[in-house]
């Protein structure tokens, strides 16, 4: 059995590293290395229809279960949280930091805790949203308080 081409969406001007689809809507939310996340009206071929601007790479793309808020991160180690309805950003995780190990600014520079190239290439909410999970270039995951924007 072979499959139909449904359709191609294009907007992006990057190559598209995450996809997700809303749980409460046919919204699909896209990242890419354009430094852009859209959110596309699939099945009303409307194409792209909110574009999130980025000042880096955008890795991952996740919705929240209710459908509330969009998190993604970026190729400088942050996790943004927008509001997928209103198109603001609501706050910003810095998790480079972190990635890196909690290396103090008096420590050297080393490659075992440079912070270059350390960033989150996938994010997963709890069930209830109140959680985040981020995993990438390291061999560690991490737990994120949304509301308190603070790791564990």
């Known amino acids: ?12 001007e990057g190559p598209v590293h995450g996809l997700t689809f809303s749980p409460t809507s046919a919204i699909l939310a896209s990242s890419s290395w354009g430094k852009t ?4 009206d699939v099945f009303e ?3 792209a229809v909110e574009t ?7 890795l991952t793309v996740v919705y929240r279960p209710d459908g509330k808020q969009l998190a993604c991160s970026t190729l400088d180690g942050r996790i943004h949280f927008w509001d997928p309805i209103d198109g603001l950003l609501m706050y910003t995780i810095e998790g480079r930091r972190d990635i890196a190990g909690g290396r103090l600014a008096t420590d050297r520079r080393a490659a075992a805790n440079s912070s ?9 909410y709890s ?3 109140s959680y ?3 995993g990438g270039s390291s061999k560690y995951i991490y737990l994120y308080d949304v509301d308190e ?3 564990f």
């Open 149 to 151: 924007r603070v790791g």
């Open 116 to 124: 270059s190239g350390k960033y989150f290439t996938t994010l997963c």
């Open 132 to 134: 985040i999970l981020a």
């Open 37 to 40: 996340v859209k959110l596309w």
């Open 52 to 58: 999130f601007p980025h000042t880096h790479d955008v």
């Open 127 to 129: 069930t209830d949203g």
């Open 1 to 12: 059995m072979t499959s139909r081409l449904f359709d191609i969406l294009s907007g992006h």
């Open 45 to 47: 071929a409307k194409g």
